[in-house]
T-cell receptor, first 111, second 112 residues
Framework: DSGVTQTPKHLITATGQRVTLRCSPR?????VYWYQQSLDQGLQFLIHYYNGEERAKGNILERFSAQQFPDLHSELNLSSLELGDSALYFC??????????FGPGTRLTVT | DAKTTQPPSMDCAEGRAANLPCNHSTISGNEYVYWYRQIHSQGPQYIIHGLKNNETNEMASLIITEDRKSSTLILPHATLRDTAVYYC?????????????FGAGTRLFVKA
């Protein structure tokens, strides 16, 4: 158990819909990272927040957005969903400037 | 694009040492080498990291060449539970401004 929690564990929704994925970092961790992992793309970095501020952005689609709240939890919002958005979404947190601890992931299925 | 190159797969006999190589010839002076592994579809698990000195913890050892252009992760006594995809990545140790880029990793099969 990494100490990072993600909800929901599974999510099934239809194309065109909007969903919100939630991540609670380890206690005291200021950094939160989001990743997408699909079968044909591997683990893709989406975005990094540090203490509420966006610090780095990967190839995150404009339909996707994220934020980190004052209590340090983070949410990833995915809108106008397409079949290709079906994937595992992981968040990770980090206390210092070194290793990241990953949550168990949210499996999103778009039908 | 990933800054690291790893063999796509490797086999190891149970109880033997598993040596996983990683090439990072374009590594910058302020970048660390990190190793993670992912078992099936679970969240990746941090293993070890280092800058230029060799490092050891309860899970593994990390050997970094003197020119820092390559490294080797060593699992001293591999078990069946070590079967996983192992990722070698490099990035600076700071609070942001960089992208954490994972490549395809090495799929390690530990066989009885």
């Amino acid at each position: 158990d990494s100490g990072v929690t993600q909800t929901p564990k599974h999510l099934i929704t239809a194309t065109g819909q909007r969903v919100t994925l939630r991540c609670s970092p380890r206690s005291g961790d200021l950094s939160v990272y989001w990743y997408q992992q699909s079968l044909d793309q591997g683990l893709q970095f989406l975005i990094h927040y540090y203490n509420g501020e966006e610090r780095a952005k990967g190839n995150i689609l404009e339909r996707f957005s994220a934020q980190q709240f004052p209590d340090l939890h983070s949410e990833l919002n995915l809108s106008s969903l397409e079949l290709g958005d079906s994937a595992l979404y992981f968040c990770a947190s980090s206390a210092n400037r070194y290793e990241q601890y990953f949550g168990p992931g949210t499996r999103l299925t778009v039908t | 694009d990933a800054k690291t190159t790893q063999p796509p797969s490797m086999d190891c006999a149970e109880g033997r040492a598993a040596n996983l190589p990683c090439n990072h010839s374009t590594i910058s002076g302020n970048e660390y080498v990190y190793w993670y592994r992912q078992i099936h579809s679970q969240g990746p698990q941090y293993i070890i990291h280092g800058l230029k000195n060799n490092e050891t913890n309860e899970m593994a050892s990390l050997i970094i060449t003197e020119d820092r252009k390559s490294s080797t992760l060593i699992l001293p006594h591999a078990t069946l539970r070590d079967t996983a995809v192992y990722y070698c990545i490099v990035h600076p140790a700071n609070t942001g401004g960089f992208k954490t880029i994972f490549g395809a990793g090495t799929r390690l099969f530990v066989k009885a």
